[in-house]
Antibody, heavy 121, light 107 residues
Framework: EVHLVQSGAEVRKPGESLKISCTGS????????IGWVRQLPGKGLEWMGIIYPDDSETRYSPSFQGQVSISVDKSISTAYLQWSSLKASDTAMFYCVRRDYGSGGGYFEFWGQGTLVIVSS | SSELTQDPAVSVALGQTLRVTCQGD??????ASWYQQKPGQAPLLVIYAKDKRPSGIPARFSGSGSGNTASLTITGAQAEDEADYYCNSRVSSGNYVFGTGTKVTVL
């Protein structure tokens, strides 16, 4: 059974760094792209970017390029989302997703449970 | 453009049929998938590859699409279908984009 398990909620101050994680199990982790999705409080889903664990190829949404860093350690089946200097506006729920691919594009059947990040002074 | 536009809100009487639409140029090249999100929960895939239902999704959920528009139809809406619905599609860069979201109310 496929599972994506994310790290727990975090509270940080503005300017601090943070790295959250997403660990996959029940499938061949290196061969499925892992994406990250942001949801601001009371707002919609926003696509952040995606990484291929086998070779670490990464694609960022233009809105998030330079704002976050996506990485992976395939030896422990874990993907990461990282900030070097958090802002209050980074307060949100973050989800990781596994991309499945069929004709005409990809889709996301498996989601992590979400990691709530609160940035407040 | 890599945007996907949805109506902000749609309401339907219990047992009636509702359609949620998603518009964007990328839909001319790639299929849409649809996600249901209830308060406090992670999103749930309800339709993929334009018109396919994952295992466990009721048959009242269906998908269609043509040109720059994708649609999610709920035939015989139930109270438990009240949720936010988002479309998603690939874009030419190899990334993805979500629609703006539609709040569905079942009256």
């Amino acid at each position: 059974e496929v599972h994506l398990v994310q790290s727990g909620a975090e509270v940080r101050k503005p300017g601090e760094s943070l790295k959250i994680s997403c660990t996959g199990s029940g499938y061949n982790f290196p061969t499925y792209w892992i994406g990250w999705v942001r949801q601001l409080p009371g707002k919609g889903l926003e696509w952040m970017g995606i990484i291929y664990p086998d070779d670490s190829e990464t694609r960022y949404s233009p809105s998030f390029q330079g704002q976050v860093s996506i990485s992976v350690d395939k030896s422990i089946s874990t993907a990461y989302l990282q900030w070097s200097s958090l802002k209050a506006s980074d307060t949100a729920m973050f989800y990781c997703v596994r991309r499945d691919y069929g004709s005409g594009g990809g889709y996301f059947e498996f989601w992590g449970q979400g990691t709530l990040v609160i940035v407040s002074s | 453009s890599s945007e996907l536009t949805q109506d902000p809100a749609v309401s339907v009487a219990l047992g009636q049929t509702l359609r949620v639409t998603c518009q964007g140029d990328t839909l001319r090249s790639f299929y849409a998938s649809w996600y249901q999100q209830k308060p406090g929960q992670a999103p749930l895939l309800v339709i993929y590859a334009k018109d396919k239902r994952p295992s466990g999704i009721p048959a009242r959920f269906s998908g269609s699409g043509s040109g720059n528009t994708a649609s999610l139809t709920i035939t015989g809406a139930q109270a438990e279908d009240e949720a936010d619905y988002y479309c998603n599609s690939r874009v030419s860069s190899g990334n993805y984009v979500f629609g703006t979201g539609t709040k569905v109310t079942v009256l």
